[in-house]
């Protein structure tokens, strides 16, 4: 079992910067992909970055201004958010599923673990 607990979501104005936090209750580095997700009202939730070992992706949206990295000796994983636009607005929650499992690294549903999510408004 993993637990996940986001932190670090905030109310900001567009063009500000925002960094995530995800602590995991374990060591993720070699056994797990991370994730990063997000759902704004009315829309379906979205895969915004992924990290396993040392390969990240990226959705198209965000490339240039998120960067997802982790610190393997405190359990974190973080989103650093730059450049903010409203339409980053949304809750984001922190995914996470074990290495061997396949499956496209956006697709929500083949994670197993979710943290509870943190809020971020971006307003103009």
């Known amino acids: 079992q993993v637990q996940l607990v986001e932190s670090g979501g905030d109310s900001v104005q567009a063009g500000a910067s925002l960094r995530l936090i995800c602590t995991a209750s374990?060591?993720?580095?070699?056994?797990?992909?991370v994730a990063w997700f997000r759902q704004a009202p009315g829309k379906e939730r979205e895969g915004v970055a992924t990290?396993?070992?040392?390969?990240?992706y990226y959705a198209d949206s965000v490339k240039g201004r998120f960067t997802i990295s982790q610190d393997r000796a405190t359990n974190r994983i973080f989103l650093q958010m730059n450049s903010l636009k409203t339409e980053d607005t949304g809750t984001y929650y922190c995914?996470?599923?074990?290495?061997?499992?396949?499956?496209?690294?956006?697709?929500?549903?083949?994670?197993?673990?979710w943290g509870q999510g943190t809020q971020v408004t971006v307003s103009s």
């Open positions: 374990r060591y993720m580095y070699s056994n797990y992909w």
């Open positions: 995914a996470a599923r074990p290495a061997f499992k396949a499956g496209e690294w956006s697709d929500g549903r083949t994670y197993d673990y």
């Open positions: 990290l396993g070992l040392s390969t990240t």
